[in-house]
């Protein structure tokens, strides 16, 4: 079972900021915190990660609180392109690459 | 650099038939994994190779296999083909098996 729970639909108006909750609460010390996203039908796309600080690449800012119970994926400028859905999973394991995909957060950016 | 690819991206076949999917990782990287997506079991783990051989294997029965060679291409087969075996089959390719993947297109399998 995914270890991530996300609200299953949101919605951003164009040109705003889209912030994507995630609940990890059973997160593991040495567990990472990846998000993807995937537009329909193509392979997911890696945005961002974090283990304990906030980061932040030029797609998206990673927010993760100090209790690593729950993390915020920021997209500063949404446009409709980044109309996708969007996974939170947190990496089991020290050692191995498995990927538990939850259901994910379906973000629908409007004009 | 390129991307993951992988080969073909659609493909038809009908029950019973057993069919073989490629996956050629990005340059320099030695771990490939494969997932299954479907709209009812959305994107699940099938199995880990590193360095040629299996680190870890999902929940699917014997009829999925993979493999990878010595310069990491994987390939996975499925034998005995069901209908719920149609599917989107990813793969998804990084330099050790804890760093960030890579995934690529996919390759849409369709079972008749």
């Known amino acids: 079972d995914a270890k991530t729970t996300q609200p299953p639909s949101m919605d951003c108006a164009e040109g705003r900021a889209a912030n994507l909750p995630c609940n990890h609460s059973t997160i593991s010390g040495n567990e990472y915190v990846y998000w993807y996203r995937q537009i329909h039908s193509q392979g997911p796309q890696y945005i961002i990660h974090g283990l304990k600080n906030n980061e932040t690449n030029e797609m998206a800012s990673l927010i993760i609180t100090e209790d690593r119970k729950s993390s915020t994926l920021i997209l500063p400028h949404a446009t409709l392109r980044d109309t996708a859905v969007y996974y939170c999973i947190v990496r089991v394991g020290s050692n191995t690459g498995k990927l538990i995909f939850g259901q994910g957060t379906t973000l629908q950016v409007k004009p | 650099k390129a991307g993951v690819t992988q080969t073909p991206r659609y493909l038809i076949k009908t029950r019973g038939q057993q069919v073989t999917l490629s996956c050629s990782p990005i340059?320099?990287?030695?771990?490939v994994s494969w997932y299954q997506q479907t709209p009812g079991q959305g994107l699940q783990f099938l199995f880990e190779y590193f360095s040629e051989t299996q680190r870890n294997k999902g929940n699917f029965p014997g009829r999925f296999s993979g493999r990878q060679f010595s310069n990491s291409r994987s390939e996975m087969n499925v034998s005995t083909l069901e209908l719920g075996d149609s599917a989107l089959y990813l793969c998804?390719?990084?330099?050790?098996?804890?760093?960030?993947?890579?995934f690529g297109p996919g390759t849409r399998l369709t079972v008749l």
């Open positions: 998804a390719s990084s330099t050790q098996n804890t760093d960030t993947q890579y």
């Open positions: 340059s320099g990287h030695r771990s």
